[in-house]
């Protein structure tokens, strides 16, 4: 079982590049979340999703954008990346909505 | 918008002994949730509370939904070094909003052999 996995790993980006995170999961779970973990911040939620199709934004939505085209995949991107955005970034599932979550390892990204 | 405020921020203590946490909000929350966090990996749930008052453990961790379901405790005996990590309450509302979680900022949590 792979359960949630998130690709890549890790990336080092220079301001104004764009570049996109890819989170899969084989649970077939109906939500999707990407979250944000910065040092002394805890998860703050960029993005998420219902279901195939839909996305809606979360606490921490600009710079980001979102795509759910398919019930396994949800893509994180970042069309103009700033320093700001340095993070380790999370992707979730979760099969209905009770609050349990399934998260990937993560994927480590710097922008210099 | 809604905060969890989570204690202590960190601990460090020696293999054996007991450890507490709790997080505490201003918002009613209907669902909490502990998750924990090893180095370099991501959170995975712990133990999962739906009713105030309700206490439940899984194996040496015990959780409880306070009373008021504005808090909720956890503790962990007799701790042992594979406890090292960080603990996130997490809290969720009922309504239009039931998507989305509220995370505290994490307990870090060391053990000293």
């Known amino acids: 079982n792979a359960g949630v996995t998130q690709t890549p790993k890790f990336r080092v980006l220079k301001t104004g590049q764009s570049m996109t995170l890819l989170c899969a999961q084989d649970m077939n779970h109906e939500y999707m979340y990407w979250y944000r973990q910065d040092p002394g911040m805890g998860l703050r939620l960029i993005h998420y999703s219902v279901g195939e199709g839909t996305t809606a934004k979360g606490e921490v939505p600009d710079g980001y954008n979102v795509s759910r085209l398919k019930k396994q995949n949800f893509l994180l991107g970042l069309e103009s990346a700033a320093p700001s955005q340095t993070s380790v970034y999370f992707c979730?599932?979760?099969?209905?909505?009770?609050?349990?979550?399934?998260f990937g390892e993560g994927s480590r990204l710097t922008v210099l | 918008g809604q905060q969890l405020n989570q204690s202590p921020q960190s601990m460090f203590i020696q293999e054996g002994e007991d450890v507490s946490m709790n997080c505490t909000s201003s918002?009613?929350?209907?669902?909490w949730l502990w998750y924990k966090q090893d180095p370099g990996e991501g959170p995975v749930l712990l133990i999962a509370l739906y009713k105030a008052g309700e206490l439940t453990s899984n194996g040496r961790l015990t959780a409880q939904f306070g009373i008021t379901r504005k808090d909720s405790f956890l503790n962990i005996s007799a701790s042992i070094p594979s406890d090292v990590g960080i603990y996130f309450c997490?809290?969720?509302?009922?309504?239009?909003?039931?998507?989305?979680?509220?995370f505290g900022k994490g307990t870090l949590l060391t053990v000293n052999p």
């Open positions: 918002s009613i929350f209907n669902t």
């Open positions: 997490a809290g969720q509302r009922s309504g239009g909003s039931n998507y989305k979680l509220t």
């Open positions: 979730a599932s979760s099969y209905g909505f009770r609050g349990e979550l399934f």
